[in-house]
């Protein structure tokens, strides 16, 4: 059983310090990499959509109109950007992720993108969960690269990883601050209408995208292996399993 996720998988870059801190190297980055290829090599069996954003596509605080501000890969675009910042003959900088295979994948793709088309060396970091949470917490990452999941209010996905007050914070480690932004995801939480707060998140997400903050590659799947004598089982974006409930009543056939 398969259906799209609540999750986005992305590289963030630090806002605030090194090369990154400047919006035309973010560009740069986000361009000297092509996403389908990087989606085809880590995700070799489908298991996950191509992403643009930092919200999923299930969230109701969704705006497709948005995905064309991307910047989309260039290559050559990248170049002149890069030197336009100051780099013409790259740099170095670190990426820091948590030692999985996907992790790993991408990491290794991301590496070979940004040597390939902008000189930039990327040394590869790896560390159990509880370690590279602490780095990307701190701030001091160049760049840190994990995944997000949870509910469809884009509370969960932009508060944490986009609003001031989460800086420090596992989702908002690289300091991205803004107070156009900051105000939209206020304003969403004083309002009880959902149309109204779905119009602030989108608003905000509008200046996010500007922004360049990181590269959002993917949306994983919810993947589960389920007997044929098992009925009534309804898979979920959020990926919780639901036995019983006033809807949903699972039982085995023999």
Same mark, same amino acid.
């Given at each position: 059983?398969?259906?799209?996720?609540?999750?986005?998988?992305?590289?963030?870059?630090?806002?605030?310090?090194?090369?990154?801190?400047?919006?035309?190297?973010?560009?740069?980055?986000?361009?000297?990499?092509?996403?389908?290829?990087?989606?085809?090599?880590?995700?070799?069996?489908?298991?996950?959509?191509?992403?643009?954003?930092?919200?999923?596509?299930?969230?109701?605080?969704?705006?497709?109109?948005?995905?064309?501000?991307?910047?989309?890969?260039?290559?050559?675009?990248?170049?002149?950007?890069?030197?336009?910042?100051?780099?013409?003959?790259?740099?170095?900088?670190?990426?820091?992720?948590?030692?999985?295979?996907?992790?790993?994948?991408?990491?290794?793709?991301?590496?070979?993108?940004?040597?390939?088309?902008? =000189?930039? /060396? $990327? *040394?590869?970091?790896? !560390?159990?969960?509880?370690?590279?949470?602490?780095?990307? %917490?701190? +701030? #001091?990452?160049?760049?840190?690269?994990?995944?997000?999941?949870?509910?469809?209010?884009?509370?969960?996905?932009?508060?944490?990883?986009?609003?001031?007050?989460?800086?420090?914070?596992?989702?908002?480690?690289?300091?991205?601050?803004?107070?156009?932004?900051?105000?939209?995801?206020?304003?969403?939480?004083?309002?009880?209408?959902?149309?109204?707060?779905?119009?602030?998140?989108?608003?905000?997400?509008?200046?996010?995208?500007?922004?360049?903050?990181?590269?959002?590659?993917? =949306?994983? /799947? $919810? *993947?589960?292996?389920? !007997?044929?004598?098992?009925?009534?089982?309804?898979?979920? %974006?959020? +990926? #919780?399993?639901?036995?019983?409930?006033?809807?949903?009543?699972?039982?085995?056939?023999?």
């Amino acid at each position: 059983m398969e259906m799209p996720g609540l999750h986005v998988a992305y590289i963030y870059f630090n806002q605030v310090n090194g090369p990154t801190a400047d919006i035309k190297v973010r560009e740069a980055i986000i361009k000297a990499v092509n996403i389908k290829e990087l989606m085809a090599g880590v995700y070799q069996y489908q298991e996950a959509q191509p992403a643009s954003l930092p919200l999923p596509p299930g969230s109701w605080g969704y705006d497709s109109s948005l995905e064309s501000e991307v910047p989309a890969y260039d290559p050559e675009g990248a170049k002149k950007l890069l030197a336009e910042a100051g780099y013409p003959d790259g740099f170095d900088m670190n990426i820091y992720i948590s030692n999985t295979e996907a992790r790993i994948k991408m990491a290794t793709l991301f590496q070979a993108y940004l040597k390939e088309n902008l =000189n930039i /060396n $990327v *040394n590869i970091n790896t !560390s159990e969960w509880g370690t590279f949470s602490e780095i990307a %917490a701190s +701030g #001091k990452a160049d760049v840190f690269a994990m995944s997000w999941t949870w509910y469809p209010d884009p509370y969960f996905f932009l508060n944490k990883i986009f609003h001031t007050s989460s800086i420090g914070s596992l989702g908002n480690g690289q300091g991205f601050s803004n107070k156009e932004v900051d105000q939209y995801l206020n304003d969403a939480l004083l309002s009880t209408d959902q149309k109204k707060r779905a119009e602030a998140y989108k608003k905000a997400l509008a200046v996010i995208v500007k922004q360049n903050p990181g590269i959002f590659y993917a =949306n994983e /799947n $919810v *993947n589960w292996g389920v !007997s044929p004598k098992v009925q009534g089982l309804k898979l979920r %974006a959020d +990926g #919780k399993v639901k036995i019983c409930t006033p809807d949903i009543n699972v039982w085995l056939s023999r």
